[in-house]
Each structure stands twice: as structure tokens, then as C-alpha cells.
T-cell receptor, first 115, second 113 residues
Framework: DSGVTQTPKHLITATGQRVTLRCSPRSGDLSVYWYQQSLDQGLQFLIQ???????AKGNILERFSAQQFPDLHSELNLSSLELGDSALYFC??????????????FGQGTRLTVV | GQQLNQSPQSMFIQEGEDVSMNCTSS?????WLWYKQDPGEGPVLLIA?????ELTSNGRLTAQFGITRKDSFLNISASIPSDVGIYFC?????????????FGTGTRLKVLA
């Protein structure tokens, strides 16, 4: 158990709909990362939040947005869903301090299926 | 999206054989991480490397941080069936204010008993 919790584990929804994926980071971790993994593909970085603020952005579509709340949990919102958005969505967390090396720990992922 | 070059893409090996895979980049990284992902699961951290030239072991796994800081290597000795999975490398560099991790394309390992 990595300590990173993602809900729900599975989600099936129709095209055009909107969904919210939730991530609770490890206790003490300030940074949350979201990744998308399509079938048999690698991990594509979407976005990073640190202590409530957006820190880095990857190839995240405009239809997607995220936020990190004061309790440090994060939500990834996916709207106007298309069939191609079907994928595994992973959240990872890490402690980030300028003077320390850090490691990212992943949740179990949310499998999104758009039908 | 940006990804590191990882090779081989996939490999079939016999149980008991040693396995080597590597990850290369055109950019310098401060940290290299190696993960294993089982089907339908999240990646699990295997080894973290922090200094150029560093060699670190975790059981039958050994990883090295390349001297140029642009590559990393993972070796698995005496492979067993449960080594099956996808192995990802990840590099981290710290441009001011961000600690973004960039992942390799993955090496799919299949072990034949």
C-alpha cells in the first residue's frame, strides 16, 4: 500500500458527460501529480499541484482541470468526455522540500471507460 | 507528450536469466526512479537514485545513475515468473519551482518458466 488513495477505482460514463476523480496523497506529502495512461501506453503527465497551487502543466486538454484543496486532496475534472479519454488515470504524491531528494508514490488508479 | 527513451520495449526471457534495461534522455536529470507496474495496478517504486554514478540494489534488482546524468540502467538477476510486468524509468529535474517527473515508455518483461 503506497498510502495514496484514489477513488473511484472504476468509472463508466457516456460521451459528453463530466466526471471527477479524487486523490488523497500520502500523509505529509504536499505535491500531487496526475498522469494518464492509455491502453498499453506509458504515463503521460497531466498536471502537478503543490500545497494548493498549480506547479507544472503537461499535455492536459482544456476540457480537463484539476485543483488541490486545503486538506491537500486533489480532484481531476474531465468534461465533454470523448471515447478517446478512456484510460487509467493515476495520481502520485511526493514530499517536496528544496534541500531533499524526493520520490513519487502512486495510487491504484481510476479506470475510466467512456461509452 | 515528453517521454524518456527506454529500451528494450519488450523482452521474453527464460526463468533464471538476468535482465538489463536502460533509459536515456537528451536532458540532465537530478533523480532517476525505477517503477514496476502490474496489469491494472499503479506503478510501484523499486529504486531511487540521487547522484551521478550511484549504484543501488534492492534484492535482485540493481540500478545505476549514469555518469552523464542523462541515462540510467536497471538489472534484474535470476529472473522469476513474478518479475513479469512493465518497468518504467522516471527522471526528475528541478527547474525553478517545479519537480516534474518524466516517464520512460516502459519495458514489458515476460518470463518463461
Amino acid at each position: 500500500d503506497s498510502g495514496v488513495t484514489q477513488t473511484p477505482k472504476h468509472l463508466i460514463t457516456a460521451t459528453g458527460q463530466r466526471v471527477t476523480l479524487r486523490c488523497s496523497p500520502r500523509s505529509g506529502d504536499l505535491s500531487v501529480y496526475w498522469y494518464q495512461q492509455s491502453l498499453d501506453q506509458g504515463l503521460q503527465f497531466l498536471i502537478q499541484y503543490y500545497n494548493g497551487e498549480e506547479r507544472a502543466k503537461g499535455n492536459i486538454l482544456e476540457r480537463f482541470s484539476a485543483q488541490q484543496f486545503p486538506d491537500l486532496h486533489s480532484e481531476l475534472n474531465l468534461s465533454s468526455l470523448e471515447l478517446g479519454d478512456s484510460a487509467l488515470y493515476f495520481c502520485a504524491s511526493s514530499v517536496e522540500m528544496d534541500t531533499l531528494n524526493t520520490e513519487a508514490f502512486f495510487g491504484q488508479g481510476t479506470r475510466l471507460t467512456v461509452v | 507528450g515528453q517521454q524518456l527513451n527506454q529500451s528494450p520495449q519488450s523482452m521474453f526471457i527464460q526463468e533464471g536469466e538476468d535482465v538489463s534495461m536502460n533509459c536515456t534522455s537528451s536532458s540532465i536529470f537530478n533523480t532517476w526512479l525505477w517503477y514496476k507496474q502490474d496489469p491494472g495496478e499503479g506503478p510501484v517504486l523499486l529504486i531511487a537514485l540521487y547522484k551521478a554514478g550511484e549504484l543501488t540494489s534492492n534484492g535482485r534488482l540493481t540500478a545505476q545513475f549514469g555518469i552523464t546524468r542523462k541515462d540510467s540502467f536497471l538489472n534484474i538477476s535470476a529472473s522469476i515468473p513474478s518479475d513479469v510486468g512493465i518497468y518504467f524509468c522516471a527522471g526528475q529535474r528541478r527547474p525553478s519551482g517545479t519537480y516534474k517527473y518524466i516517464f520512460g515508455t516502459g519495458t514489458r518483461l515476460k518470463v518463461l518458466a
